[in-house]
């Protein structure tokens, strides 16, 4: 089990998301993601005395570390172990009917990256978990159990992998010979897979495989797609929504969903007039996503993919 000395993560522009979540004290606030704590700490904070937070992490590692980070502010702190995607029926429990303001930090924590036992990396060799609780199936269980063709396009989606048949054909054949448990295994599979000279030398070859075999397992890409679908019926009018993502499959949806929300009509561009009179429900409060300082980068690496984005129900 972790503890906060243990469960090391760099919460990711924590001034920005602050600042645009605009916490206020006496007003209710949703961290979907809490992770270490980092930026739900800093949301208590600035909405002392009296704001509260409700938090949600599916890892019980994570939310342990994070009850103890967050125990100074007594009761001001509801921690739950929840997929964001379920935070309706989270605050539906907590008695709550919506919230001033919700943030997600999405993709994996550093811990999680650097706990070889929870195989979200192989710098390190650990075995094919990756699972961000402890509940269905590992990335093992994955690679023992899908066809060439479900591989194939697992890798193909979520992981934008160039090579994703020949990936997909290697691991077929070799799981007749053995079973693919470990990170490393994996790892060196997939190199000696794809083609010598097309991968970026500062890359890894399987950087793209195993990206795409968490956010299968995790189902991340349906979670977030579920709650973006639901996301302003979850905070009152003036309430705001902040979304760190990670990679480009995340934040095409959520730039996908905020727009929609603060376009209104939904008519096709050749309609000469507007025949749905859908209104504009949010407005955006970051016309671009705001990327990391160049020092924050250079202090937290793990910053520089990072891209924020926030809309605001309008009143």
């Known amino acids: 089990m972790s503890t906060p000395e243990t469960f090391n993560h760099a919460s990711v522009m924590p001034d920005e998301v602050v600042e645009l979540l605009d916490p206020r004290s006496g ?10 704590g980092g930026h739900a700490r800093g949301i208590l904070e600035r909405s002392a005395p009296d704001g509260r937070l409700i ?31 379920q935070a309706a029926e989270v605050l539906a ?10 943030l997600l930090d999405l993709g994996v924590s550093s811990w999680q990256l650097d706990t070889p036992e929870r195989g979200f990396s192989f710098r390190d060799d650990g075995p094919l978990d990756m699972r961000m609780g402890p509940d269905g ?22 992981g934008e992998e160039r090579w994703p048949g020949r990936i997909a054909r290697r691991i077929v054949n070799t799981r007749q010979q053995e079973p693919l448990l470990r990170t490393h295994q994996l790892a060196e599979l997939v190199r000696d897979a794809v083609p010598k000279g097309h991968v970026p030398s500062r890359i890894h070859p399987a950087t793209r495989v195993f990206q795409a075999l968490r956010i299968y397992v995790n189902d991340e890409l349906g979670a977030l797609e579920t709650f973006l679908g639901q996301m302003l019926d979850l905070v009152r009018p003036g309430g705001r929504v902040v979304v760190i993502s990670f990679h480009s499959l995340e934040d095409r949806l959520v730039k996908r969903a905020f727009r929609k929300e603060a376009q209104g009509c939904q008519c096709p561009p050749r309609m000469p007039v507007c025949i749905c009179h859908q209104q504009p429900r949010a407005e955006m409060l970051t016309r671009k996503g705001l990327r990391p300082t160049d020092l924050e980068v250079a202090n937290n690496p793990r910053a520089r993919s990072a891209t924020v984005r926030a809309i605001r129900r309008l009143p």
């Open 27 to 36: 007003e209710i606030y949703l961290d979907g993601t809490l992770g270490g």
């Open 55 to 85: 938090g949600l992490d599916r890892d019980p590692e994570a939310l342990a570390a994070a009850r103890e980070i967050l125990a100074p502010f007594g009761e001001r702190a509801q921690l739950f172990r929840a997929n964001y995607a």
């Open 93 to 102: 429990t907590a008695g709550i009917k919506a919230v001033d303001g919700i």
């Open 137 to 158: 199936e590992t990335a093992a269980d994955v690679l023992a159990n899908s066809d060439e063709a479900e591989l194939k396009r697992i890798f193909r989606e979520y």
